[in-house]
Every structure is written in structure tokens, then in C-alpha cells.
């Protein structure tokens, strides 16, 4: 049995940022302090899971593999109702703040109902094809993509409404891969590597803004439904092979109202073969067409890219 849990991990992992020497790299003592952190929150998660029954009746026999690049990952700290447009009528209402973090720090509270971010309003857009409020996707968006230190976010409060700067923390994360479990079970894979060599194939989201390419998902590979669903790196044999991608551009940048509700009602993905080499990974994204960006109907406004190729070993 081999699970990939590389996005609940991830998310529950508490990342220590590194004590830089006087060159700009990490200390010796930093990387033994995050690294003894990194442990003692995976062996707690682990327990957890495993007392759950998330890992099954045997976990001495699950393999779990993590593998994530390094990435920028921005966060706000707070918790607001996206589960209707109905309900994000009138804006993103909060249910709660993260403890310390930067909606805290901003004077942001529970009951505030956030209407605009950075002067664009988050009222009346409507909801996804999932029925999520478009206005939580778009509120995402401006807090991945700003280049600022904060956001100017139109707050309502008891009848009030409040112009607040709200700070954002951005870090980078440090490239990470864990293998745990039996070295016989952690030899199986999904996609099992021929003798010429393996790669992958990546859509994680540090794809260049400036050049208008956004996140994208990979649907199948080779005409098979990757998995499970949330997971972004694949492991596949070295050569060419044929993925269904669709896209995952932010709403405001496509449009809002008939545009949005025409985009979320019709299937945008499209093919991009790929030439895998050995041990490298293909960064996969979407390529934003500014100047098509009202040819929402036929699909126009995009296309699917390998944006990066680069080199890493591939056991």
C-alpha cells in the first residue's frame, strides 16, 4: 500500500524559517534546529493519523513519499464563509482569525465582512461550478499575487466601513522530500519509471506573474486520472507523454459576472505533450492571453505551457 499525502502533510507541517551566517546562507545550527522541528512535528502528525485510522489497520506497512519544491506561499490568517455565492452576496464575511497571524496583526475580527481588496469589489461575483463563492477565489488570488507587503482591503464592521492595511507574509519554502516506510513498498510507484530513466511533472504554482503564467491542473496523463486528488508532482517515465490540463487563472484576471458564470459552465482543458528527459521535472502552467482575454467561449484566452524545465535526480 502506498499513500501520497503530500498536500495534508504539507499543510500541517510548521515550517521554521533559517538563521542566515554572514553569507546569506543557512547556519549549520539553523538547519540541525528546523530539520529536529521538521521531525518532531512529522512523528506527531504521523501518531495522530495513525491512532485516527487514516493509515489503516496496518501502518507499518503504508509508504509515504513527500516531495515539494521550493515555493512562495503567501497567507493572511484568516477564515471567512466562501461556501455559497449567496452568502458572499454582500462580501467575505469572517469566521476567524489565525492567533498571531497577519489578519490579527491588522485589526481584522470575526463578523468583519471583507467588500473590496486592493479597489476590487468582492460583491455579487457569483459562485464557482462547485457553488464556492468566487469572491473567497479572488481574495486568493490578490493575496498570492501581490508584490506589496500588505493589502488594502474595505472592511464592514457593525455598519461601518473601514479602510484597513492588512500586512501579508510571504516566505519561501525550502525544497523538501521524505520518504518513509519499507525501501521494498517505497520502490512501487504510480507511474513506474522504465529502464531509460524516470522524470516528473510538476504544476506547482511558482510560475512567473510578470510573464501572465498562472497555475494549472493536470487532469489525466497518458489518458489516466492522476492521483489522489490535491496532489501536484507526478512521477513518470522518461519520454514523451500526453496530458489534459486545464486551467487555474484567477478569476479578476479572466473577468467577473457572464464571463466568470460562462467559464465555470464550460470544460477549458486542453493537451500539451511533454518531452520528459531523465531526472528532470517539467513545470506545467497556464499561459494567460491578455489581449483574448474576452474569448471566454471558445477557450482562446489560454493555453497550457511547460514553462520551466530543471534538473533533479529522479531515484
Known amino acids: 500500500m502506498k499513500l501520497r499525502l503530500t498536500t495534508l502533510i504539507a499543510l500541517a507541517l510548521s515550517v521554521s524559517a533559517f538563521a542566515a551566517d554572514v553569507n546569506g546562507s543557512p547556519s549549520a545550527a539553523s538547519k540541525g534546529l528546523a530539520e529536529q522541528h521538521l521531525r ?10 495513525s491512532a485516527s485510522g487514516m493509515l489503516g489497520d496496518h501502518p507499518e506497512e503504508v509508504h509515504l513519499s513527500i516531495d515539494e519544491p521550493s515555493r512562495r506561499v503567501a497567507d493572511l490568517g484568516v477564515l ?7 452568502r458572499a452576496h454582500d462580501g467575505l464575511r469572517i469566521l476567524g482569525t489565525t492567533p498571531g497571524g497577519s489578519a490579527e496583526h491588522g485589526g481584522l475580527r470575526p463578523g468583519d465582512v471583507i467588500v ?12 464557482d461550478s462547485d457553488g464556492r463563492a468566487l469572491a473567497a477565489a479572488t481574495l486568493r488570488s490578490s493575496v498570492n499575487e ?4 500588505s493589502l488594502q482591503l474595505d472592511v464592514l464592521r457593525n455598519g461601518d466601513l473601514l479602510a484597513m492595511n492588512v500586512p ?4 519561501f519554502v525550502p525544497a523538501m522530500r521524505v520518504e518513509l516506510g519499507n525501501t521494498a513498498i517505497a520502490a512501487q ?5 522504465s529502464s531509460s530513466g524516470c522524470g516528473r511533472i510538476s504544476t506547482y504554482d511558482v510560475a512567473p506573474r510578470s510573464e501572465r503564467v498562472y497555475h494549472a491542473t493536470i487532469e489525466q496523463i497518458d489518458g489516466v486520472t492522476p492521483g489522489p486528488s490535491g496532489q501536484e508532482t507526478y512521477r513518470v517515465s522518461a519520454g514523451q507523454h500526453k496530458l489534459l490540463v486545464n486551467e487555474d487563472i484567477p478569476t479578476r484576471q479572466v473577468g467577473i459576472g457572464p464571463d466568470a458564470t460562462m467559464r465555470s459552465q464550460r470544460d477549458h482543458s486542453k493537451v500539451l505533450l511533454v518531452d520528459v528527459k531523465p531526472d528532470s521535472v517539467m513545470m506545467v502552467g497556464a499561459k494567460f492571453h491578455e489581449d ?9 484566452y489560454w493555453d497550457p505551457i511547460v514553462w520551466r524545465e530543471k534538473g533533479m535526480g529522479c531515484p
Do not use: F, H, I
Not at 117 to 126: D, E, F, M, P, R
Open 80 to 86: 471567512v464563509d466562501s461556501t455559497s455565492g449567496e
Open 292 to 300: 483574448k482575454a474576452n474569448n471566454v467561449r471558445n477557450g482562446e
Open 146 to 149: 501581490t508584490a506589496s507587503p
Open 40 to 49: 518532531q512535528d512529522l512523528q506527531l502528525l504521523l501518531s495522530r493519523m
Open 116 to 127: 473590496s481588496v486592493n479597489g476590487t469589489s468582492l460583491k455579487n461575483l457569483g459562485a
Open 168 to 171: 501579508v507574509q510571504s516566505v
Open 189 to 193: 510507484t504510480t507511474m513506474a519509471a
